[in-house]
């Protein structure tokens, strides 16, 4: 039976016991409930694909604590790191260059990564308990909505995962938006929380008045 706790500093030293015993945990974010475990721990990364039904060659996200964390796996430069800059934390996860830290399982062998800085401050802090990176993939089964609440996200995943963890509702109940950084020009992936317009907008060159 999965222990479902409510945030608190007690919940958050579990979290850290569960994910660095190679556990599985659902956890709130400012979108929707993730699934998450230590993203350098190939073993954890496994099974959370095998929670989901998720294809081996779909790569998973990875939320950060903050930007100087993110920096750890992924390169942030240029636009990508004006936008960390901008929207961060928030809703919106950048696809960029990987770094040689992450395993390749968690990539799907691809040399870019997923990555975010989600806008709540309870995962923020759990993020950083856990050592700054957390697996950040939605807690549903592959092709179903994504969780808006614990109870949604149990019904899901709740045989696969070690702890649950209930922060209410979901503020925004809507995935992040993610673009993908690694090619000449800036693709928006998945139209999310963030409007795509707002992020274009943002790297229009500026003219001079």
Not at 68 to 96: C, H, K, M, N
Request: net charge neutral.
């Amino acid at each position: 039976m999965v222990r479902i706790l409510k945030t608190g500093l007690e919940t958050i030293y579990e979290a850290v016991r569960v994910v660095k015993e190679g556990g599985l945990i659902i956890y709130p974010t400012d979108t929707v409930y993730g699934l998450g475990c230590d993203p350098l721990n190939e073993e954890a990364v496994r099974r959370v694909f095998l929670a989901k039904g998720r294809d081996f060659n779909k790569p998973l996200p990875v939320l950060a604590s903050d930007i100087r964390q993110a920096e750890r796996i992924a390169e942030l430069s240029g636009p990508a790191l004006e936008l960390a800059r901008a929207f961060w934390p928030g809703s919106l996860t950048l696809v960029v260059p990987k770094k040689p830290l992450l395993p390749d399982v968690l990539t799907c062998g691809l040399p870019s990564v997923g990555v975010r800085v989600p806008n709540m401050a309870f995962t923020r802090e759990l993020i950083r308990a856990c050592g700054g990176l957390l697996v950040g993939t939605s807690a549903n089964k592959s092709g179903s909505p994504p969780p808006r609440t614990v109870k949604e996200a149990l019904r899901e995943l709740g045989e696969h995962v070690d702890l649950a963890i209930d922060g209410g509702p979901s503020p925004l109940g809507v995935p992040s938006t993610v673009v993908d950084l690694t090619g000449p020009e800036l693709r928006v992936l998945r139209v999310g929380a963030l409007s795509p317009e707002l992020i274009m907008a943002f790297l229009r060159p500026r003219t001079p008045e």
